[in-house]
Each structure stands twice: as C-alpha cells, then as structure tokens.
C-alpha cells in the first residue's frame, strides 16, 4: 500500500545508484523466472480498500491521522490527503468461499474505520470522488505529512514545470489549474489482485485489459468533481491529468503519460512492462537499498526488489504488475486499479466477482486477446466506458460493435460465471455477486447514474453546495443499510440536514458563471450586457484572468448622468470603472462577506483565487438566499 521511507532523486550520485539497483532487481525477476523460483499452482485474491472521511455537515473530514490512531492495526494506512485512507484485505485462496471471505474481511475492517471515526466527529463514505469536495480543500496544509508524499509533489512539479491543468468536459466542462499533485486525492478506488504464474501472465494480462472497459462500463460511480457533471467515471480523467508530468514540444513525437492503459499487448513476460516503464519514465523518488537481490536468491530466500516496486509504484497503470512476496514465497500479480471505491460492500464485492470470472473464464474458453482484437480499439473501449459508462458502444471481436449493456449481460455475464464455478466457487455466492451486477446493469442504475438522477431531481432548489451536501448524506446513509445501488432511492434536498453547512462561506454559493469585460471595451457593450444577463455588476479582468476593476450599474448612471448617453459608445471602461475593488478568498465566510459589504456600503464582492477571477457574490444571492430560507421558515 506504499512505501513511505523515500525521498525525491535529485542527486546525481544517487541516482545513478538507485538506477543500478532497478537493473539488478529486474535481471534478479528474470532469473527467478528462468528458474522457476516464482509460485506456481496456486491462486490468490486480494483487495484494497481507499475511502473519504467527512464531516457530521458531510463536509471533507481532515482526521485520517486522528482515525489511524484507534486503528493500530498495520491493515491500515495514509493517503495523499488527510480526508483519505486505505486498508487492505488478507489474501485469500481462490475458490469455495473466497468471495465471501472477502466480504467479510471488506465489512469488518469498514466497520472498524467507522467506529474510529466515529471517536473524532467524522464519518466514511465509499465513492469514487467526493461530491461536497472543493478546491480549496487541496492545498498542500492537507497533505499527509509523510516522505513520500511531499517527495512525489515535488519531484511531479519539477518534471512538469508548471502548474498542473485540467480540462474534463461532459454534461458541464472543468477547466482549472492547481499548484500541486493534491487534486489526486479527489480519487478513490477499490483495487483488485489476481495472482497469476509466470508462464501465464501475458495471456491474464492481456485479458485484464480486455475486460476494464465493460467492468468499469457497469460499475462508475465518479461523475461529479466540483458541483461539475463530467464524465461518468471522472477519476479517470483526474488521475491521468493529475500526475501527466508531459510537456508539449514544437515536434510530433511520442510521449506517455505516466498514468497509461498502455500501449500494446504484452508478448511473453511481465519483464516487458518494467522494462518499458525504466526505458520511458524517469525515476523521481528514490530510497536506500540494503539487500543485493543476488544474494538473496544464493541464500535460498526470494528478494525484496524494493527498488523496482518503488519504481513500479509511481507509474500508474491501469492494470498494473505487481511482485510480491506472501508467507515467503515471492508471486506475480495483476492490479485491477480502474474500479472506484463503492458505493457499497456488496457493489464492491459483485465488480469482483466479475472481473474474477472474467479473468477465469476468458482464459479457459478464448485464445490470447491479442489474437482476437487490435490493441487500439481496447483502449478506446475503455475511455468510452469512462466518459459514458453503460451509454458506451465498444468494438468488439469480429469487428462488431455492441453496446455495453448488451455485451455485458448477453456474453460477459455468462462467462464470468461459467470462468467461477469452473474455479470451484460457491455456486450460491456466485450467482448472489454475478446477479447484483446483472440487476445494476439491466435497471441502468450505476452509482454516477444515481447520482445525476439526483442531482437533476434536486434541481432549482437550495444551492449547489446543498445539493451535494444531499447527495453526500444519501450516500452514507444509502451504504450503512447495505443495498446495493441499483435499488437506492434518489437523493432528497433535506438529507443535506438544514440549510446553515451549505452557506458557510462564500465559494459554496458565489456565482462562478462570469460574464466580464476587458479594459479596452466600450460603456456601451457594458451598458448592454447588463441589460441583456439582468445583472448589476461586471468584473473587468485581464487576458490572464487577473481582475483589473469592476464596473456597477450604479457607476454607469452617474456617469450618464454626468455626460449624457450620446458618448457612451466611445467610451472605454477603464476610464469608469473602479479600479482596486475590495475582494475576497473563496475560503471567505459568508458572515464576514456580509459584513464588509455593509460596512463599505458596496453591492458586490469579487472572489479571488491565487489572485484570480473565481467567482463573484453579490447582494442578489443574499436576497435569494434570505428568500429561500424565509420560505423554509414559513412552511415549518
């Protein structure tokens, strides 16, 4: 689940020394393959779990430290931020009750976080993004304090060289910025492990990768990252911007991001992947190296290639190999890192049964995909699978296109079932797992579909801040009663539980659809946009999005008043508007907003972000606000 005893490689010396240690471990993993030192025969299973911590107001909960405290048990870890931690299951062999098992372990450990975070005023939520998140809960004071984070944003920094950008576009568009690698932690997952054998690894690779898209297709829980309707599964965007360290050149050539599905089929050998990955992806954290792998396998005991699993963690597959070793055997294993966290144990537990049984019974009934299909429509099935979920059309073999749902329950479906039973399964467990999956595709109620029924369902009514504030709370009380989500009832306005959380500060209501105006336009644009969007305020910014003054419709009359409206068209807007407006901070409470409104006797605040346009409030939303809650008062 991470080493955390490293530090960034910038020394040259030690570098070129931690390099020579990546190359011994991956001549150490070809050695062990010739000689067949790896396990074979046996095949296990495994989970991580990632998951957010919130506030009673469902707000994002800074307490995971706190949590880990009632949690001394090494199951459990850190993640990047201090709202995010992880736990991982035991693994177990596969077939008989493995699914169950893992149920189990799943509820247990779940049921262990909660009552921690019960202790320090905080609840858990299983979703793959945050709804009730925002920006300003990214900043680097919530990094978990811990090496190897504050060495991944560093070195991520350096190699990119700006800040980092995103642009996701769906229903909504997202298109921001943000000074570290902390819009990772918007993320989390529910990771699967398959262990595999040496001489088999390429094919279940391979497979791996064959069956992300309809997995994911089935099982998307993320569409919504900043009040924004993005993409069905928005993590997966996130993630693959969030850590992309490329430039753009003046040269058309290849470069890879370091979050991949990959490139091509794997031939013969898990030695391919690392390779590839040493050859295209710079080391950026490092750690000392006491063992020589060499030796290690001359004493008879397998070896720890701590330098390559360090290596291998920060490139960000998303099947990605894996080394290990478990009660002194060293293994090989697949990765499946696509799934989002929830929405509930048993949701969790039926994409595992599915991939499982995929895994089983793509590799008893098919040849190599590789054979089947050509790379490149794989990974365009898995990008649509992302950006539509269950609405997505993939290639198939035979060069057919089939829609998801279809593929899923027509063929995939069967298969996974056929690939369990064949692996000595419990029947019952299979067909309890298999059959939530079918039910959640045929009903067309993934999680992202809940949640944008809700969200369209709550529309016009509170604030968007309330809205997903609602949305948090249905989904944390939707999970502790454990049905699975195709049978979940839509999100109500009043789960938010009272209005007061959703307008704490200002960044939770202010306007962020702006209409602006440079220096150099006209009193006359000026004097008709306002006219036409029926507003009172227009800020003037610059080509960078750096406010420059403000112009109110109050200005405009006494400049009429003075001049007449016969030179309005020739007028410029830097010679009216107000130049030094007050402003302030999205972090801004909402109390203090209307304070310094009132005391300086103005109508409107511009809401600045790293010294940027990010929004506006102004006495309009105070008036609907007060409005909305006079209503609520008088229907009690």
Not at 252 to 266: I, L, M
Request: charged share 25%; hydrophobic share 40%.
């Amino acid at each position: 689940m991470g080493e955390q005893n490293v530090h960034e490689k910038s020394d040259s010396k030690a570098l070129g020394l931690f390099m020579k240690h990546l190359l011994d471990d991956v001549h150490a993993l070809d050695l062990m393959i010739q000689e067949g030192m790896l396990e074979e025969g046996k095949r296990h299973i495994g989970a991580e779990q990632e998951l957010f911590l919130v506030t009673e107001d469902w707000q994002p909960a800074m307490t995971a430290l706190d949590v880990l405290e009632y949690l001394p048990d090494e199951h459990f870890t850190t993640e990047l931020a201090t709202f995010n931690m992880e736990f991982g299951l035991d693994p177990v062999l596969f077939g008989g009750d493995c699914l169950r098992r893992l149920e189990i372990q799943l509820s247990n450990f779940l049921a262990q976080v909660r009552s921690a975070a019960k202790q320090v005023g905080s609840q858990v939520v299983l979703t793959g993004i945050l709804p009730t998140l925002r920006k300003s809960d990214l900043g680097l004071d919530n990094m978990t304090p811990r090496p190897r984070y504050a060495a991944l944003n560093e070195a991520m920094s350096k190699l990119r060289g700006k800040s980092y950008e995103f642009n996701i576009r769906g229903i909504d568009e997202l298109i921001i910025e943000h000074d570290s690698v902390m819009l990772e932690a918007c993320n989390t997952s529910f990771q699967l492990h398959f262990q595999v054998a040496p001489r088999e690894f390429a094919k279940l690779y391979n497979i791996a990768q064959l069956v992300s898209a309809p997995l994911l297709a089935g099982a998307c829980n993320s569409p919504v990252l900043f009040g924004k309707r993005l993409w069905r599964e928005t993590r997966i965007a996130v993630f693959q911007q969030a850590v992309d360290t490329r430039r753009a050149t003046p040269y058309v050539r290849e470069s890879k991001a370091r979050v991949s599905f990959g490139t091509r089929w794997v031939e013969n050998s898990i030695l391919e992947i690392f390779k590839e990955d040493i050859a295209r992806y710079r080391l950026i954290l490092g750690t000392e190296v006491a063992e020589s792998p060499f030796e290690a396998i001359e004493q008879g005991r397998p070896p720890e290639l701590t330098a390559l699993c360090l290596h291998n963690g920060t490139i960000y597959r998303w099947n990605r190999p894996c080394y290990g070793i478990t009660d002194g055997k060293a293994h090989l294993r697949i990765e499946n890192r696509v799934l989002p966290s929830g929405p509930t144990v048993l949701d969790a537990m039926a994409n595992a049964a599915f991939f499982f049984g995929l895994l089983s019974g793509f590799s008893s009934e098919f040849e190599d995909p590789a054979a089947l299909i050509d790379f490149g429509y794989v990974r365009d099935n898995f990008l649509a699978a992302a950006r539509l979920g269950l609405n997505a059309q993939f290639s198939w073999f035979g060069g057919k296109t089939v829609p998801a749902p279809e593929l899923i329950c027509e063929e995939l479906i069967p298969l996974a079932r056929r690939g369990l039973l064949e692996r000595g399964v419990d029947g019952q467990d299979v067909e309890r797992y298999l059959g939530i999956y079918e039910d959640r595709v045929q009903s067309q109620q993934t999680g992202s579909e809940w949640m944008l029924r809700s969200v369209e369902s709550m529309k016009d009514r509170g604030s968007r801040a309330e809205r997903l504030a609602a949305l948090t709370a249905a989904t944390v009380r939707r999970q502790t009663e454990g049905i699975p989500v195709h049978q979940w009832d839509l999100a109500e306005l009043k789960e938010a539980g009272g209005w007061k959380p959703s307008y704490m500060r200002v960044d939770q209501f202010m306007q962020t659809d702006l209409i602006t105006v440079s220096e150099n336009d006209t009193v006359d644009l000026v004097a008709n946009l306002m006219d036409w969007e029926k507003i009172r305020h227009i800020p003037v910014e610059d080509e960078q999005h750096h406010l420059v003054g403000l112009i109110s419709y109050r200005t405009l009359l006494r400049y009429f008043g003075r001049h007449g409206e016969e030179e309005k068209s020739s007028v410029l807007v830097s010679e009216v508007m107000r130049r030094n407006p007050i402003t302030v901070s999205p972090e801004t409470t909402t109390l203090e907003a209307i304070q310094i409104m009132r005391r300086e006797q103005i109508g409107c605040l511009p809401v600045l972000d790293n010294d940027r346009l990010a929004g506006i409030v102004s006495e309009h939303d105070f008036m609907r606000i007060a409005s909305d809650l006079m209503e609520k008062r008088l229907q009690e």
